[in-house]
C-alpha cells in the first residue's frame, strides 16, 4: 500500500496527558498537511510543510502542539497535556506541490478521545 | 469564519436518479474547487477537482459546475449509486496554493 498512513488509528488517554501521532506521507509527495475532523464539520486546516519546513500554521494549533518533520518524509504531530476539546479525528494529507491542482491524499486518520 | 459552506447536511436520492450537491463559497481569491467523498472510518477521497477559470469539468458519472459570480459551485452525480452512499465534502485551494478550505459534508444516501 502506497497510501498515506498514520500510526495510532485510535488513541484514549487521560486529561493532562501527551500523545502523538505519526504520519507517513506518499513517498514522492513534498507536501504535508496536518487537519483536525470533529463532528459534523469538515476538516480543517492546522499546519503544513513542505520538505521539512514548516511554512504555516493555522491559529487553531495552540502553544500546546506540536509538529515536525525532521527529514522531509514522515511527521509527527504532539499534543501535550491534553484538553478534553482536543478529542477529534486528525487527519494527514500529503500533496505534490507540483501539480497544478495540487489535490490532497488524505490517510484514514488518528481519532482521539480524552476522557 | 467558514469561508465553504455546504448548507445541507444530509441528501436522499432514489438509485439511478440525479444527486445535486451544492456548496457556497465566499472569498473571490479561491483557484480551485475540489470535491472529496468520506465513507465511515476512512479519509477523504478526492473525487473532482475544477479550475477558478472553468465553470465545467466533467469525469464519468461525476460534473462539477461553478458559478463564480454567485460563488457556488455544484456537485451532479448521474447515474446515481447505492455504492456513492457517503458524506461528501466541498473544498476550495486559496490562489497561494497553500492551504484548503473544507465544507462541513452533505451526507448522501442512494436508495436502491
Known amino acids: 500500500d502506497t497510501g498515506v498512513s498514520q500510526d495510532p488509528r485510535h488513541k484514549i488517554t487521560k486529561r493532562g496527558q501527551n500523545v502523538t501521532f505519526r504520519c507517513d506521507p506518499i513517498?514522492?509527495?513534498?507536501?504535508l498537511y496536518w487537519y483536525r475532523q470533529t463532528l459534523g464539520q469538515g476538516p480543517e486546516f492546522l499546519t503544513y510543510?513542505?520538505?521539512?519546513?514548516?511554512?504555516?500554521k493555522s491559529r487553531l494549533l495552540s502553544d500546546r502542539f506540536s509538529a515536525e518533520r525532521p527529514k522531509g518524509s514522515f511527521s509527527t504531530l504532539e499534543i501535550q497535556r491534553t484538553e478534553q476539546g482536543d478529542s477529534a479525528m486528525y487527519l494527514c494529507?500529503?500533496?505534490?506541490?507540483?501539480?497544478?491542482?495540487?489535490?490532497?491524499?488524505f490517510g484514514e486518520g488518528s481519532r482521539l478521545t480524552v476522557l | 469564519d467558514q469561508q465553504v459552506k455546504q448548507n445541507s447536511p444530509s441528501l436522499s436520492v432514489q438509485e439511478g436518479r440525479i444527486s445535486i450537491l451544492n456548496c457556497d463559497y465566499t472569498?473571490?481569491?479561491?483557484?480551485?474547487f475540489l470535491w472529496y467523498k468520506k465513507y465511515p472510518a476512512e479519509g477523504p477521497t478526492f473525487l473532482i477537482s475544477?479550475?477558478?477559470?472553468?465553470d465545467k469539468n466533467e469525469d464519468g458519472r461525476f460534473t462539477v459546475f461553478l458559478n463564480k459570480s454567485a460563488k457556488h459551485l455544484s456537485l451532479h452525480i448521474v447515474p446515481s449509486q447505492p455504492g456513492d452512499s457517503a458524506v461528501y465534502f466541498c473544498?476550495?485551494?486559496?490562489?497561494?496554493?497553500?492551504?484548503?478550505?473544507f465544507g462541513t459534508g452533505t451526507s448522501l444516501t442512494v436508495i436502491p
Open positions: 510543510f513542505q520538505n521539512e519546513a514548516q511554512l504555516e
Open positions: 494529507a500529503s500533496s505534490l506541490a507540483l501539480r497544478v491542482t495540487g489535490e490532497l491524499f
Open positions: 473544498a476550495a485551494r486559496a490562489n497561494t496554493g497553500n492551504q484548503f478550505y
Open positions: 472569498n473571490s481569491m479561491f483557484d480551485y
Open positions: 475544477i479550475s477558478s477559470i472553468k
Open positions: 513517498s514522492e509527495h513534498n507536501r
